[in-house]
Each structure stands twice: as C-alpha cells, then as structure tokens.
Nanobody, 122 residues
Framework: QVQLVESGGGLVQAGGSLRLSCAAS????????MGWYRQAPGNQRELVAT???????NYADSVKGRFTISRDTAKNTVYLQMNSLKPEDTAVYYC????????????????WGQGTQITVSS
C-alpha cells in the first residue's frame, strides 16, 4: 500500500501562517490526486483543497485566497500553505491520496495520513 506522512502542524495566532507537508511512499504506485481534509470536534471531515497529477486544484470556499496547495511530483509530496489563519481553521488536518497501485494488477485505491493538529488562537 501507500503510506502518507504529514508534518507541519502546530499552534499559531490568528493572522499567522503555517505550511503542511505530506509525503507518499510505497512501491509500484502512481498518484492521481492528493489533497487535504480537516475535521473539527463535533464536525464531519471536510475537503480543504485537492490537486491532481496534472496540477488542477480545487479549494473549499472557506479557504480560497488564503490557502495554497502545491505538489512536488518527483517527491510524491503535497504542500498546503495556510495564510491569514482564523480560529475557525482549528482542526485536525488529514492528507489524502488517490492512486493506482500494482498489486500485481493495477487497481485504484486511496490512503489517509494520521492527521496533524492545527490550532489557531484568537
């Protein structure tokens, strides 16, 4: 399978910035898309941003203009630059990858990271 390792979470004041990273590792796989989701206490997990292998991006309305998703295809890594953070951005952020993997025949699958806490203080 494909493992996702996230880094970059933490505590920040409102108006501050953070950058998340997520690296995918494994063997015989090809990434279709990667993205970030978040889940605040008592809420469902929601999409934050995604990026496809061709570079197409999609953002939740609540983060447009503040967050930027990017990727390094050579490193199978996706980044989320978060600026102008607000207290309502506080959540556990999860990395997600959708990919094809040779098991040995090629199938479509997905993985989630372990999650990283982002806390924005007012």
């Amino acid at each position: 399978q494909v493992q996702l390792v996230e880094s970059g979470g933490g505590l920040v004041q409102a108006g501050g910035s953070l950058r998340l990273s997520c690296a995918a590792s494994g063997s015989r796989f090809s990434i279709n898309s990667m993205g970030w989701y978040r889940q605040a206490p008592g809420n469902q997990r929601e999409l934050v941003a995604t990026i496809t292998s061709s570079g197409n991006t999609n953002y939740a309305d609540s983060v447009k203009g503040r967050f930027t998703i990017s990727r390094d295809t050579a490193k199978n890594t996706v980044y989320l630059q978060m600026n102008s953070l607000k207290p309502e951005d506080t959540a556990v952020y999860y990395c997600n990858a959708k990919f094809h993997i040779d098991l040995p025949r090629w199938i479509e699958s997905g993985s989630w990271g372990q999650g990283t806490q982002i806390t924005v203080s007012s």
